[in-house]
């Protein structure tokens, strides 16, 4: 289909040799900056998740509340990455092809303004994984989704524009070019060797010991990292391969969460914690 006027707030862009596509969002450029990227520091009287209204926020599509408050909204992107179309459409000229940047862009805002995650209980962090899962199932139903990314970035050099604690969902209609990599990869070393990659990498990190940050539900930190401090989980020999996160047992759920804190706190104690993106599902 030759491209018409059709408008959507991004473009999805394929890369003629690699197959990849790469997304497009002039609108994110509006979002909230600091100059220069100095500290982060905002008063609640200027944070735009503090007062939600007041800031031109959307309505809430999810609400927890506490006895006396709200204690998480989740609530659409002011600037969002992606929105709403027609995901079917693709445009060509010549070897390029486009489509419109189809989809689901979310912000997971807590109440607390100076809180960070690793002072939240186990029973706090359930619940907020309790809404992570509650939206996941919700925007998974949709057609044109084909990919949902739930992450958290702390800290302004992981490009956190805003202090108060928040996390993004992000719906796509594509697979990203690192997951579908990943996933590639690992089905190449399957069928080549019969055995799972990951549980290789395991078994390696086990022996060697020397790059576990974390024992019990192990988390070596990678030998090549997209960017510094940015750990991969790799599974437990002690749990089954896993193809869903949300229906997971809920003792593995505690587990879970109990170790992500831990680990957490490892960044936290670093002198530049950087990005602690952490449910990529």
């Not at 990869?185 to 974390?214: F, P, T, V, W």
């Amino acid at each position: 289909m030759k491209k018409n006027n059709v408008k959507s707030i991004s473009e999805l862009r394929q890369d003629p040799v690699s197959g990849d596509w790469m997304l497009l969002a002039p609108l994110r450029g509006k979002r909230h900056k600091f100059k220069r990227r100095i500290k982060v520091e905002l008063s609640k009287n200027k944070c735009p998740f503090d007062n939600l209204a007041q800031f031109g926020n959307l309505p809430p599509v999810l609400v927890y509340r506490n006895k006396d408050d709200w204690f998480l909204q989740v609530i659409p992107n002011k600037y969002p990455a992606v929105g709403h179309g027609e995901c079917s459409l693709i445009f060509k000229n010549g070897v390029y092809k486009s489509r419109p940047g189809v989809g689901f862009h979310e912000i997971v805002i807590l109440r607390d303004h100076d809180r960070y995650l690793v002072q939240y209980s186990v029973l706090e962090i359930k619940k907020i994984l309790m809404a992570y899962r509650e939206r996941y199932l919700s925007l998974a139903k949709d057609k044109c989704v084909k990919y949902i990314s739930i992450f958290h970035n702390h800290g302004k050099e992981a490009g956190s524009t805003v202090p108060h604690l928040h996390s993004q969902i992000l719906a796509l209609p594509i697979v990203p070019p690192d997951v579908s990599h990943s996933i590639n990869g690992s089905r190449r070393y399957y069928h080549e060797y019969k055995k799972c990659i990951h549980c290789e990498m395991l078994r390696q990190e086990i022996k060697d010991k020397k790059r576990i940050i974390y024992e019990n539900y192990l988390n070596p930190c990678p030998t090549q990292c997209c960017s510094l401090y940015f750990p991969e989980f790799i599974k437990s020999s002690k749990i089954r391969h896993l193809i869903y996160l949300f229906i997971l047992r809920q003792a593995v759920k505690i587990m879970i969460i109990t170790i992500t804190i831990g680990i957490w706190k490892f960044y936290l104690n670093l002198k530049q914690p950087a990005a602690l993106s952490w449910a990529r599902v």
